[in-house]
């Protein structure tokens, strides 16, 4: 009886999800940091799950793999609602656990080590590069002082912390292939100074520094905008994704009714019974907005005489740009897209400056700088009083999920062309792809000349995984033909790596 019993256990055993690499477990592991863009969070959790030991998924091919050994990958999460990183609820601070073991030996010097991955998403995708040009030195003001991640993961076990009690079991497709990984919601943080390295709590023993992350557009970009002194090649080096990502313009309630009238689809904008009214997930109820009147909103010289009347309202209506921080990559599409800046700087002449924040026409125009998407979506949600509009620019990884004050808001055609309700496209990217819709840039991958070999393997071997179509099969992004596969969520037109460049194919 007891031997049967022990053959059960044993049996139990075997079929039990895997079991984590606990916070106690973690001792001597090799502790990396990246940072950067939000949109590919998810794709480069994903990426990373694919060196761990034990994991199962599917390569670029369609072939299914399994890592040698048993998974003792878990992560850890700021937000104490989300179920994995990059989804709603997760935070923007967040860390992976595990044992890297590959079956093909892709992970170079961090083949058979534990490592802790820590992964920031805050103030804007330039914070790719941001702690290595803290520490060259560079003293441009838009450089933040300091950046947080979540504390060090030897830690979080003890009492009071995210971890000190069961983990929770979370299903994760990796690929196409579900595994089972726990995680831990309600992590706390520690703030790091970028340019010491120093961390408000001296016991925290994690990186001191990112070793570089993702970028929505590339460094030249940042650096023209930014007017940053230091040189790409004196911090590091970036390589193209090979990832689109789309844009579009939001905007709110008020506006989209506006905007409906504009093109016929509505009579009035109040709710009067007209099939179209309060409509705005049917494509034949979306209306549009003519890039040059975007162009006129975000162009600095234009700011004086801005109202409502622009898009057909009062004259003595108010119109809130909810721009983004200069430091954000959805800020430098912004630019890029509809005031042609940088890329006419110089003798062309061509670029437009960006409004900045303040009060202009007699406050008939307000311009904000958020510091995320949470904050464009408060000031549409918000924009609803007597004729007011509101308007801004989001990545297309975003969905509105309306409820009485939030949400209310919804992204409308640009030049014609719908961004997100083309027939069948719950990935908001079809028309990206077949090459209608041009407001998307390509996804840089920059690694920090001060990266350790640990941290250099790591980037290299993400960014190999990054090239799968499943990893990024979310939604707003696609891979480019750069990328060398084939899929339903592979583009026939791509930047080669230049935001400035024309879509070729």
Not at 20 to 29: D, I, W
Not at 129 to 143: C, E, K, R, V
Not at 293 to 321: C, E, H, M, P, Q
Not at 379 to 394: D, Q
Request: proline share 4%.
């Amino acid at each position: 009886m007891k031997l049967n019993q022990i053959a059960l256990a044993v049996a139990a055993m075997a079929a039990a999800p895997a079991f984590a690499l606990t916070p106690g477990q973690v001792g001597g592991a090799t502790s990396l940091w990246i940072t950067g863009a939000s949109a590919p969070t998810n794709s480069v959790f994903l990426g990373a799950m694919t060196l761990c030991q034990g994991m199962k998924y599917k390569d670029a091919a369609g072939v299914e793999r399994t890592n040698p050994g048993s998974i003792d990958a878990h992560f850890y999460l700021e937000g104490t609602s989300g179920v994995e990183p990059g989804k709603s609820g997760a935070g923007d601070r967040i860390a992976y656990a595990c044992t890297v073991r590959t079956f093909d030996g892709r992970a170079g010097v961090l083949e058979n080590t534990k490592l802790v991955l820590y992964h920031t998403v805050e103030g804007g995708s330039f914070n790719a590069y941001t702690p290595a040009l803290a520490l060259a030195g560079d003293t441009n003001a838009n450089i933040p002082a300091t950046l947080r991640r979540i504390e060090e993961v030897a830690d979080l076990g003890g009492t009071g912390k995210c971890a000190a009690g069961v983990a929770t079991d979370t299903t994760v497709s990796v690929s196409g292939v579900n595994n089972v990984i726990p995680r831990y919601n309600g992590c706390s943080l520690t703030v790091v100074t970028l340019a010491t390295g120093a961390k408000d709590r001296a016991t925290d023993a994690g990186p001191v520094t990112s070793i570089g992350g993702y970028s929505d557009t590339e460094f030249l970009i940042n650096k023209l905008n930014l007017g940053v002194a230091t040189d790409l090649s004196s911090i590091g080096s970036e390589v193209n994704t090979n990832i689109g990502q789309g844009f579009g313009v939001a905007v709110s309630y008020p506006l989209y009714a506006q905007l409906q009238k504009n093109d016929g689809l509505i009579n009035t904008v109040a709710n009067d019974g007209e099939p179209c009214d309060g409509n705005y997930t049917s494509p034949a109820c979306q209306p549009g907005l003519p890039a040059q009147v975007y162009s006129t909103v975000a162009w600095r010289d234009a700011a004086g005489s801005i109202d409502a009347s622009l898009f057909g309202g009062a004259v003595s209506g108010k119109v809130n740009l909810a721009r983004r921080a200069i430091t954000s990559g959805t800020q430098s599409a912004s630019n890029l897209r509809f005031l042609n800046t940088p890329c006419a700087t110089g003798d062309a002449a061509g670029a437009l400056a960006p409004t900045r924040a303040g009060s202009y026409n007699g406050g008939k125009f307000v311009v904000t700088e958020q510091s995320g998407t949470s904050g464009v979506k408060t000031v549409l949600n918000t924009a609803t009083g007597a004729g007011e509009f509101g308007l801004g620019i989001m990545s297309l990884e975003n969905t509105p999920a309306p409820t009485a004050t939030a949400d209310r808001w919804a992204f409308v055609k640009l030049n014609g062309i719908t961004p997100n309700l083309a027939a069948g496209d719950t990935f908001q990217r079809a028309e990206a792809i077949k090459g209608n819709y041009d407001f998307w840039y390509e996804l840089m991958a920059f690694t920090a000349a001060t990266a350790p070999q640990a941290g250099i393997d790591l980037l290299a071997s993400i960014n190999a995984s990054l090239a799968n179509p499943e990893l990024t099969n979310l939604k707003g992004l696609f891979l480019t033909p750069l990328a060398g596969v084939t899929g339903s969520n592979v583009s026939k037109g791509t930047r080669f790596g230049n935001s400035c460049q024309v879509i070729g194919q």
